[in-house]
C-alpha cells in the first residue's frame, strides 16, 4: 500500500517559514514527479509547486513564485517545501502528491498526473 504523509504544517506569523515533509513508503518514487497543491477555505484545491526527476525541472504558481522551493531527497523517498514569506493567503491544507511515473514539465500543473495523494496537513499564516 502507497503512503503519503505529511508533516510540517502549523500556525505561522505572516513573513515567517514553514517547511513541510512528505515522506512516502509503499514504493519509491525517486524516479517519479511529485508536487504540492493546496486548497483554502471556500475554495478549490490549486496546485503550488512541482519537480520531474529526469530533467530536474520545477514548476510553480505564481502566487509562490520566489517564496516557496520544492526539493526532495530521493534517499528517503521525501519531498520537502519551504515556505518563506509566508502570507495570510497561503492558509490552506496543503497536499503531497505523486505521479505514478516521471512526467515532462508541461504536465506538472494538472491533478490528473498525479495518481497518490497525501492526507493533507493545515498551515495557518496570522496576520
Request: hydrophobic fraction near 35%.
Amino acid at each position: 500500500q502507497v503512503l503519503l504523509v505529511e508533516s510540517g504544517g502549523g500556525l505561522v506569523q505572516a513573513g515567517g517559514s514553514l517547511r513541510l515533509s512528505c515522506a512516502a513508503t509503499g514504493r519509491t518514487f525517486s524516479r517519479n514527479t511529485m508536487g504540492w497543491f493546496r486548497r483554502a477555505p471556500g475554495k478549490e484545491r490549486e496546485f503550488v509547486a512541482a519537480m520531474t526527476w529526469g530533467a530536474g525541472s520545477t514548476a510553480y504558481a505564481d502566487s509562490v513564485k520566489g517564496r516557496f522551493t520544492i526539493s526532495r531527497d530521493n534517499a528517503k523517498n521525501t519531498v520537502y517545501l519551504q515556505m518563506n514569506s509566508a502570507k495570510p493567503e497561503d492558509t490552506a491544507v496543503y497536499y503531497c502528491a505523486a505521479a505514478a511515473r516521471d512526467f515532462s514539465y508541461g504536465n506538472l500543473y494538472a491533478e490528473t498526473t498525479y495518481n497518490y495523494w497525501g492526507q493533507g496537513t493545515q498551515v495557518t499564516v496570522s496576520s
